[in-house]
């Protein structure tokens, strides 16, 4: 066992009564040592019901022969994050959860590790210190919130920050009705935004039971799915199934499409591209682009339609998705699973239930994925949408550009009636480096769908959305204004082209005229505390690969 190094010999009588000062019992310390990674906390939503899994995964471990242990992993709630400081902090904290994990699990070698996720960068961060490990494991996230019945109208917390554009257009009473209960419990946020996406990436990779990503927080199927795991992980020890045998090429492959066919957050681009440099492996914009244009768009989920992630459950979940890409021979399903069994023979009985809300392929909402990657002058690197939530007169769009060095002055100027129909905001330094930290972009495009402007105005960034924005909202344009990307030359009324079917993000500016701006170009730098942020700043690398650390 790995555990061994810790628990056996002479020069082990001190570690040996160490963990009998836990209660542990000479039998408990013979048995395969199981850490249970955990996220809960008492300010995050998705996270205040994760100590009912984890007693339900102890419950599993214990069932199947192992002895568990609970530690703790940080998590940041990105809504609450959202518009403030705050924000620059959110994917940062990806690194410092994958470290964090492989520190515990370094100095103290769990033989296994189960981990139970929820939110945001918190899947991503767990996923790739799996990945580092390289030990048996398996996911199990909190689940998602339902969603609540507002004045007759099924809600998310989208329609919350949405509600803040709208302020000026409905009552003070239905303001305080949609922020008493668009968020109704305990849960990921309700539609298919990051933390959602990544759970059903997880699912969709391998890495979670069927039903992952799913089934709702509060039924007690979660439950059930909880000590499954907590048995199931036994099953991977003891067979020596690793998280580098599941994540392959073939099976980020299968995410991948899982992806485009569910119109996932964008985000999920930027964390699969992570998760497969940790993994080893060569993943790129174009390979993902590749993907997109051969995969069928067949859910469309909060924000991009009405339906949510408790609809998806009830429609079969995950399972019935990849079921519907199966019969064209989109995926490759003869990748092992933590199930043990192929994602072939995880499909045999999975089906789509509900064909209103998992469309089959002849019926799909385009031919083509969720996710577009544009590239052009204004990207040379590429630039994500998600264009499953963008309405059909914003695929193609040509205006003037607006251009902010802060999200908060665009959100300001938005509020103040600055900003006129078919303009094109550009919000620049929030990158990777430029922030730091990418900030995530939800008030600015809540304001605008709010404010009825996102059928008429495009917002660009070398930052990020999450995964509730709608409309053409393009982000993490690479090379960022703080590495000197073109994004940090544009000008007030530049012309911005944006051809989402064809892929294209153009700036209508002469060449002669970019490089006499590049010469006198200054970039702007946003002072940082020392500490996390600083540190971050240095080592991290630009959006299209990422945004992984350097060293």
């Given at each position: 066992?790995?555990s ?11 570690h040996?009564?160490l ?6 019992t000479?039998?408990e310390?013979?048995?395969p040592?199981?850490g249970i990674v955990?996220?809960?906390n008492e300010?995050?939503p998705?996270?205040?019901?994760l ?10 471990v214990?069932?199947a022969?192992g ?5 703790p ?5 990105d ?7 705050g924000?620059?902090y ?26 139970i996720p ?7 961060g767990?996923i790739?210190?799996?990945l ?27 329609n919350?920050f949405e509600?803040?554009g709208r ?14 209960k668009a968020c109704p419990?305990?849960g ?6 990051t933390?959602?996406?990544?759970n059903c990436?997880?699912e ?7 039903g ?9 199927g979660?439950?059930r ?10 099953d991977?020890y ?10 392959t090429?073939?099976s980020?492959?299968?995410?991948l499409?899982a ?8 985000n999920?681009v930027l964390?699969?591209?992570?998760i ?10 174009k390979s ?7 995969t ?5 989920l909060?924000?991009a339609?009405?339906?949510t992630?408790?609809?998806l459950?009830?429609?079969?979940g995950?399972a019935?998705?990849l ?5 064209e021979?989109l ?15 995880n499909?045999?009985?999975a ?8 469309r ?6 385009s031919?083509d ?8 002058n204004l990207?040379?690197d590429?630039?994500i949408?998600?264009?499953g939530?963008?309405?059909?007169e ?15 002055d665009?959100?300001e ?5 600055g900003?006129?129909p ?5 919000i620049r ?9 990418m ?6 495009t809540?304001?605008?769908?709010g404010l009825?402007?996102?059928?008429t105005?495009?917002l660009v ?5 999450s995964?509730?924005?709608r ?8 090379p960022?204004?703080a590495?000197g990307g ?6 007030e009324?530049?012309l911005i082209?944006?051809d ?9 500016v002469?060449?002669?005229v ?17 500490g ?12 299209n690969?990422?945004?992984?650390m350097s060293?």
């Amino acid at each position: 066992m790995r555990s061994d190094s810790m628990k056996l010999g002479l020069t082990r009588i001190p570690h040996r009564s160490l963990l009998k000062a836990l209660g542990l019992t000479d039998e408990e310390m013979a048995r395969p040592l199981v850490g249970i990674v955990s996220s809960e906390n008492e300010i995050i939503p998705g996270h205040i019901n994760l100590g009912i899994i984890a007693e339900a995964v102890r419950a599993g471990v214990l069932a199947a022969g192992g002895t568990p242990f609970v530690f703790p992993a940080i998590g940041v709630c990105d809504g609450l994050a959202m518009g403030h400081d705050g924000m620059r902090y959110s994917l940062v904290s990806r690194e410092h959860i994958a470290d964090s994990v492989e520190i515990m699990a370094m100095a103290h070698p769990f033989d296994a590790l189960v981990f139970i996720p929820n939110c945001d960068k918190i899947v991503p961060g767990m996923i790739m210190a799996a990945l580092r490990l390289n030990i048996p494991s398996v996911f199990v996230s909190g689940g998602p919130m339902l969603p609540n019945m507002v004045r007759g109208q099924k809600m998310t917390v989208s329609n919350a920050f949405e509600a803040v554009g709208r302020a000026g257009q409905i009552s003070p009473e239905e303001i305080k009705d949609i922020e008493d209960k668009a968020c109704p419990g305990c849960g990921s946020c309700a539609g298919m935004f990051t933390a959602n996406s990544m759970n059903c990436m997880t699912e969709a990779v391998g890495l979670g039971l069927p039903g992952n990503g799913t089934i709702p927080a509060v039924h007690a199927g979660r439950v059930r799915l909880a000590k499954t795991a907590g048995r199931q992980v036994m099953d991977l020890y003891i067979k020596n199934i690793l998280p580098k045998d599941i994540v392959t090429s073939d099976s980020l492959h299968n995410a991948l499409t899982a992806d485009m066919a569910l119109g996932c957050s964008s985000n999920t681009v930027l964390h699969l591209l992570a998760i497969a440099h940790e993994a080893g492996l060569t993943l790129d914009l174009k390979s993902i682009n590749d993907i997109s244009k051969a995969t069928p768009h067949l859910v469309k989920l909060s924000p991009a339609g009405p339906d949510t992630l408790a609809d998806l459950d009830q429609a079969g979940g995950v399972a019935a998705v990849l079921k519907e890409l199966e019969k064209e021979k989109l995926l490759r399903t003869g990748c092992i699973t933590a199930t043990g069994l192929t994602m072939a023979e995880n499909l045999e009985n999975a089906v789509n239930l509900n064909s209103d809300v998992i469309r089959d392929m002849n019926n799909a909402y385009s031919s083509d994925g969720g996710l577009a990657v544009l590239w052009g002058n204004l990207a040379p690197d590429g630039a994500i949408v998600k264009k499953g939530a963008v309405l059909p007169e914003m695929m193609q769009h040509k205006g003037p550009a607006r251009v902010f060095d802060r999200e908060e002055d665009c959100t300001e100027c938005l509020l103040n009636g600055g900003i006129k129909p078919g303009d094109v905001i550009v919000i620049r330094y929030e990158g990777p480096k430029g922030g730091p930290g990418m900030k995530e972009m939800l008030t600015p495009t809540a304001t605008l769908a709010g404010l009825g402007l996102d059928n008429t105005v495009a917002l660009v960034t070398d930052g990020r959305f999450s995964g509730a924005s709608r409309g053409a909202s393009i982000g993490h344009i690479s090379p960022e204004a703080a590495s000197g990307g073109v994004i940090g030359l544009v000008e007030e009324n530049d012309l911005i082209v944006i051809d989402i079917p064809n892929n294209k993000l153009e700036l209508q500016v002469n060449e002669n005229v970019l490089a006499k701006r590049k010469a006198d170009w200054k970039p702007v730098d946003k002072p940082v505390p020392r500490g996390c942020l600083s540190r971050y700043r240095a080592l991290v690398t630009s959006a299209n690969t990422g945004a992984v650390m350097s060293i």
